[in-house]
């Protein structure tokens, strides 16, 4: 059911720590790392998922890590979702803490009754006597050309399902520590890995060479174990004139139109989406008085849609213009017209005109 | 083109035409079940427990029975039980049957919303759970409740979990016998038909990763094989050689679809473990005696490497679904008494009575006690409350457990609930409002 359609162009290589002691790396090495710091630290860490042994994933995120731990910690799985997921709920009842792959998130639905009906309300129904401690990693977003099958962002499936926590990482400094964060939380975490930014962040042009990681802080990314805590959003841009909630891939578009049109903007990297951290929220936008939401997931019932009417509720008094929505549109994710669909530069360039329009 | 010429040769050919299963007996029928093939107790070969699964092929389409109508044990499947295990074996049937004929009635008296009963299904769930170790993790489906009460879980809680009482130890939130008992290796039963089986197998994979000797049994109904998941298990377990046993109760009715819409007329249910590569075997499912021979050969199977077995019962669902079910709006009222394997409590004391370590008034003393002792608990969970209004738990306890902490949005919500508790209730506890 998976083709891949978008491998990174090479074998990624392990960065090595540069002259200044620095060590920089994209993302799928540091979510490597993160695997292996938590493989390392906890025998009950448990790594499967179609391709994600032997050949160490079609992305490389589990590259080496069966060879390092052995066949029983890290290995192959049927091409099934349903029975990927059910595994993972059964051996967090044996006390295990299985970080299971979903090639894509596309493919994510066969396993979705397993989610929804079981990992996430074990707990709730057995009043704690079982959980589900298991972290379900998956690549997921567009912006490569990956059509309606490779490029899908359904997040707002899981934030609607109580008992998830749902945690998007935008960099590799927060795609480790989140990760080990979300490996050690005793909840059923999906992680999303934004794939178009697996090798360097996006900044919206298509039309324009990519960057690599190494260029950018956030690659910087500390050796061994550190954790980033569930529910924190992370401030990547202070500003005054309005609030800007994004996640993933969207952060870095989002901040650079901000960036290229001189808005002030305060640019909030959400990083969990459930349980999301209301407090920066309700501050950011409590000074700002404007809020604009963008993501790439289409718009009816997308997650943005539950963070707008959180801040309409929470701030209304604040606000000083709408709240915008800047999202996929409402169509399946095509293919030939990836850059119409996706939501760039000249969407969140008008919305943000029409925010600030009344300054 | 190819395709007129295809058009043209099919002229002639009768126009095709859907196959609906239909069952043989509708209300008012006639029964005759002698198309069923009851083979001779004692004539089905045991292969060794760590054969290859091949062998057990020829298992899978016959029927592996123990008692005959001598009430005597045959074969090499007997499992030469002493007298002391039988009695202990018909002991729990009785007492789950007494059970089940209580909480029927308490739920038509109102006591609770719901209630399924396992009549005629106990040797599949009481022989079967004896012959598994107690810390094997039991997966079962919502008609297991023999084998908690094999286990020994009080009879209270039980009861306490179907009242929603106060006393309820998954505090009301689940649906009358969707029993969660982690202490007796008893998994949350999910209303989700089938979800259970994969995870078994991901159970039994991670006792072998951990290198442990445990091993898990599931349970699912005939019907609930036609589910992904049951494809999916059986695929993880071959895959893997993961220590579990498959126990398929087609007991021939999901609800009031017949076996046939789960593919029964063309293939046993014990014959799908030839295409996984896994160990089958067919079982008289109310043979007790084969139902705890096979089941411990499975386990057996299971605790020593050799991999996953699946295991067919044989058997007759002789009450309605659910509460909620009438079955004779679909079946033969005479389908029960002319089941041919008969009733497992009956083969079995008679087998004790045959071995001359039982009789008549044992069993109804037995009966009687069996009775007494789930009156004396169900008296004792009603003290606790039973169903009414429902609001036997502190209302704080509806967001617990949903995480592991509680996040903001759910403390919030929760204030609103005890404010409307207040508005509802004033200061007063719920149950002391009506």
Known sequence: MTTDTSAPEAKQKKAKPGEDGERRLNMIEAINDALDTMLGRDDDVVIFGEDAGYFGGVFRCTAGLQEKYGTSRVFDAPISECGIMAVAVGMGAYGLRPVPEIQFADYIYPGYDQIVSEAARLRYRSAGEFIAPMTIRSPYGGGIFGGQTHSQSPEALFTHISGMKTVVPSTPYDAKGLLIAAIEDNDPVVFFEPKRIYNGPFEGYYDKPAAAWRSHDASITPEGYYRIELGKANVVREGQALTVLAYGTMVHVAKKVCEEKGVDAEVIDLRTLVPVDIETIEASVEKTGRCLIVHEASRTSGFGAELSALVQERCFYHLEAPIERVTGFDTPYPHSLEWAYFPGPVRIGQALDRLMADI | ?434
């Open chain 2, 1 to 434: 083109m190819a395709g007129n010429g295809d058009t043209d040769t099919r002229g002639n050919l009768p126009p095709l035409s859907l196959h609906v299963p239909e069952p043989k007996f509708r209300p008012g029928d006639e029964v005759d079940f002698s198309h069923i093939g009851v083979t001779e107790p004692g004539a089905q070969p045991r292969p060794d427990e760590n054969c290859e699964a091949g062998e057990t092929h020829p298992l899978c389409n016959d029927l592996i029975r123990v008692l005959g109508d001598d009430n005597k044990a045959h074969g090499p499947w007997d499992p030469k039980l002493d007298p002391e295990t039988l009695r202990r074996m018909l002991q729990t049937m009785a007492l789950t049957r007494a059970f089940d004929e209580r909480m029927f009635r308490g739920q038509r008296q109102g006591k609770t919303s719901f209630y399924m009963k396992c009549t005629g299904e106990e040797a599949t769930s009481i022989s079967t759970a004896m012959a598994l170790a107690d810390d094997d993790m039991i997966f079962p489906s919502y008609r297991q409740q023999g084998a908690l009460i094999s286990r020994g879980y009080p009879l209270i809680e039980m009861i306490n979990q179907i009242y929603s009482n106060e006393g309820d130890k998954l505090k009301g939130r689940q649906l009358p016998i969707m029993y969660s008992a982690r202490d007796y290796s008893f998994y949350t039963i999910s209303g989700n038909l089938a979800t259970q089986v994969p995870q078994a197998v991901g159970f039994g994979m991670a006792s072998a990763i951990k290198g442990d000797t445990k091993i898990a049994a599931t349970w699912v109904g005939d019907g609930s094989t036609a589910e992904g998941d049951f494809h999916a298990a059986c695929t993880f377990a071959s895959v893997y050689r993961a220590p579990v046993v498959i126990n398929v109760v087609n007991n021939q009715w999901a609800i009031s679809s017949f076996s046939g819409f789960a593919g029964a007329e063309n293939a046993t249910f014990a014959a799908r473990a030839i295409g996984y590569g896994i160990a089958g075997l067919r079982v008289d499912g109310n043979d007790p005696l084969a139902c705890y021979a096979a089941e411990r050969w499975a386990a057996n199977r299971a605790r020593s490497n050799a991999g996953p077995t699946l295991i067919e019962f044989f058997s007759y669902r002789a009450e309605g679904h659910s509460t909620s079910d009438d079955p004779s709006g679909y079946r033969s009222a005479q389908e029960r008494e002319e089941w041919p394997l008969g009733d497992p409590v009956m083969r079995l004391k008679n087998h004790l009575i045959a071995l001359g370590e039982w009789d008549e008034d044992g069993q109804a003393k037995m009966d009687l006690e069996a009775a007494e002792q789930v009156k004396a608990a169900n008296t004792e969970a009603q003290k606790l409350g039973t169903l009414g209004h429902g609001m036997h738990q502190p209302f704080e306890t509806m967001f617990e457990d949903v995480y592991e902490d509680v996040p903001w949005h759910l403390a919030e919500q929760r204030e609103q609930s005890l404010r409307e508790k207040e508005i509802k209730f004033g200061k007063k506890d719920p149950g002391e409002a009506q």
